[in-house]
């Protein structure tokens, strides 16, 4: 008999706490440390380039806007390019495609942003085409991975972890 009562006691303590504590589990938070972006700085000794690329956050949040940076400079002596613009092409692993406005981003001072939306995870290739008085310049490419966002344990979870962890 005290089993069943300690039994139904711990059952609606659990439906009062979860229904307490009830959170959004659409976006979850991710690690700062893993580094999405596998080649951050492309390189050209023919035309004198350093193309450096950076993500803000580090690990973007899908569904959210993220900030993509450029920094363009030249190789030889670390100044930036002028009368450069450019055009920046998304790509993914299920092959969808993604211009932004299909026209010239001018370029100052060498930096170039723009924000996209990252609509899953996986893979995905950031195409950087530049452009020098309108011609065509330059191409780099950018391969990020953004990993499978980790569900964060409820308060339920850790109340029952707290609670019989040592059982199983």
Excluded: C
Excluded at 27 to 37: A, L, R, T
Excluded at 42 to 57: M, R, Y
């Amino acid at each position: 008999m005290i089993k069943a009562v300690l039994l139904i006691s711990i059952s609606l303590l659990i439906i009062f706490v979860n229904s307490f504590f009830q959170h959004n589990l659409l976006i979850y938070p991710q690690s700062e440390n893993i580094d999405v972006v596998k080649n951050d700085t492309w390189l050209s000794k023919q035309n004198n380039l350093n193309v450096t690329i950076s993500l803000e956050p580090k690990v973007p949040v899908i569904d959210e806007k993220t900030p993509i940076s450029f920094e363009i400079r030249k190789l030889n002596d670390s100044s930036p390019f002028e009368n450069l613009s450019a055009r920046v092409t998304l790509t993914d692993h299920d092959g969808r495609l993604f211009k932004f406005n299909n026209q010239n981003i001018p370029i100052s001072d060498g930096k170039l942003s723009v924000e996209y939306i990252f609509p899953d995870d996986g893979e995905h290739r950031v195409i950087l085409q530049l452009y020098k008085n309108e011609s065509a310049f330059s191409i780099s490419s950018f391969d990020i991975v953004i990993p499978h966002p980790k569900q964060p344990n409820s308060p339920i979870d850790n109340l029952l972890k707290s609670l019989f962890g040592n059982l199983f």
